[in-house]
């Protein structure tokens, strides 16, 4: 890594699909820009301590990293199909999502191609020394006019899981990163979302199948995602660019209202849950495998000399409590400034941050701050409340990415303008009739 003094027009930090998708796209720009792509990780790798083998993609695979903005692009999902010669034998599947051990392998193949990425190299910290970014890795020192983060999201751990052994007490995010055995253990798997579904799924059809397992979630039922046409035009360019200009107030309420658009469990996964406890129980006359706690939140887990009791508040009515061996949080992650960014004076930072804590992001996805205009810090994937329930999502990557590379570049690359959807949003301003959901 050098530590001399040239300089970078861009430099992404953390390699995941968001700032793949950006780099396949500056490739094809490649001569006009000097660019670095930095990752921690020795190549790339895609959620792999929750790379199950049956975990399936949520959105349809030409969302790839760039075919809805650039579909000739060497980098695609198709491209990756026909140099793996599975192209006929995919759509013989009938698949339209593939699974997520497939994806990756795609984000892999484009990954080992795409030029200007470095593997291996760990942000630290970006600073600012009155011209450029100054962006300081474990291995020496790059400037930089622009940086784009895509450092990803960090997993929520709450509170009850704290001064726990990590092999008792764990985010889901890290299950496969070590090797860990269930079979006899009595397991608590916290939080109905996919991942946890995904988890107990994992763990009901696993020949370590646990001795019991209990499955809480604070919500009123397994709630699947609502990806039905109306709700999906939310996934769409025009949805986020009018989302991004409505009140703050009001983007806060649409978020938390559309949440089972992102953050609901598949119905085929629901049903695949609901089919195996039917076997279990009736075929194999197993008594309650696992136990659910619908609408119930885990407020405390304490070590007994017999294993680790659990206590859960329903929303009305007395506490309960289990005493399992293990307990699995699929309790999230976390958005908002990107660590790297810390770094960067409080003054700034404060100024990017409205006052809810929530940053803000203008519509080319930069910060907004009070550098120099042609010195910009873009964040993927750290918008939600922005830009919407389709930030964390792979359906707008590649929209996104174009619209950075535009800014970047200076000019309109890629075409980011409205695309041809059944519903009209628009801006009260603009229209006698808003919609409003
Ligand atoms: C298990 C799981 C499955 C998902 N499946 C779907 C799906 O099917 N469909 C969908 O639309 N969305 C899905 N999502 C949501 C979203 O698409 C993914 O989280 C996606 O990976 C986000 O991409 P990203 O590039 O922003 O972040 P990440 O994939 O998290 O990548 C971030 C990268 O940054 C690197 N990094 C972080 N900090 C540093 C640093 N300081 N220095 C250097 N490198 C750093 C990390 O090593 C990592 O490689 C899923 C999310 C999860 C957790």
Redesign the pocket.
């Known amino acids: 890594m050098s530590t001399g003094h040239d300089v970078l027009d861009v430099v992404g ?7 793949l998708s950006l780099a396949a796209l500056l490739a094809a720009e490649s001569s006009e820009l000097n660019v670095a792509f ?4 020795p190549h790339f ?3 792999s301590g ?1 790379m199950l083998p049956d975990a399936q ?3 349809h695979y030409l969302k790839d990293l760039v075919t809805p903005v650039d579909p000739t692009n060497p980098f695609s999902f198709t491209a990756f199909l026909v140099a793996t010669k599975r192209f006929y034998r995919l759509l013989v599947t009938g698949r339209s999502k593939v699974p ?1 051990r497939e994806f990756e392998q795609y984000c892999r193949w484009a990954a080992e191609r795409i030029p200007n990425l470095r593997f291996g ?3 630290r910290e970006v600073t600012w020394n009155g011209e450029l970014f100054v962006v300081h890795t474990d291995q020496g020192v790059l400037h930089a006019r622009n940086v784009v983060s ?4 960090v997993p929520r751990l709450p509170s009850f899981a704290t001064g726990h052994d990590p092999q008792e007490v764990f985010h889901a ?1 890290t299950l496969l990163d070590v090797p860990r055995t269930f079979a006899g253990r009595r397991v608590a798997v916290v939080g109905g979302g996919q ?1 946890g579904a995904e988890v107990v799924h994992h763990l009901l059809t696993s020949p370590d199948r646990p001795a019991s397992i209990v499955w809480g979630t604070s919500r009123s039922n397994l709630l699947p995602l609502d990806d039905s046409p109306f709700v999906d035009e939310l996934f769409v360019p025009n949805y986020s660019r009018y989302f991004h200009g409505l009140p703050a107030k009001r983007r806060m309420e649409l978020v938390d209202e559309q949440k089972m658009a992102s953050d609901g469990v598949s119905v085929s996964l629901l049903e695949a849950i609901y089919h195996r406890l039917y076997d279990l129980e009736m075929l194999e006359g197993e008594e309650r495998p696992c136990r659910m706690l619908l609408g119930h939140s885990l407020t405390t887990v304490d070590k007994t000399p017999t294993g680790l009791l659990t206590r859960w508040m329903p929303g009305a009515g007395a506490e309960v409590g289990h005493e399992v061996d293990v307990v699995i949080c699929a309790t999230g ?1 976390r958005h908002g400034l990107p ?2 960014l810390h770094g960067l004076p409080r003054h700034l930072r404060e100024a990017m941050c409205g006052d809810d804590g929530e940053i803000t992001v203008r519509p080319d996805f930069s910060l907004d701050w009070e550098g120099p205009q042609d010195r910009r810090m873009y964040v ?2 750290a918008a939600r409340h922005s830009f919407g329930v389709a930030d ?4 707008l990557l590649a929209w996104r990415s174009a619209t950075i590379a535009n800014s970047v570049l200076g000019y309109e690359r890629y075409d980011v303008g409205e695309v041809g959807a059944v519903l009209d949003w628009t801006s009260s301003a603009d229209s006698d009739v808003a919609l409003t959901f």
């Open positions: 930090i953390g390699i995941g699909p968001a700032n930095l990752d921690r990780k790798g895609w959620h929750l993609m949520q959105v997520r190299v760990e942000v895509g450092t990803g999201l995010s991942s992650y660590r790297p993927q994937n964390p999502n792979l359906s």
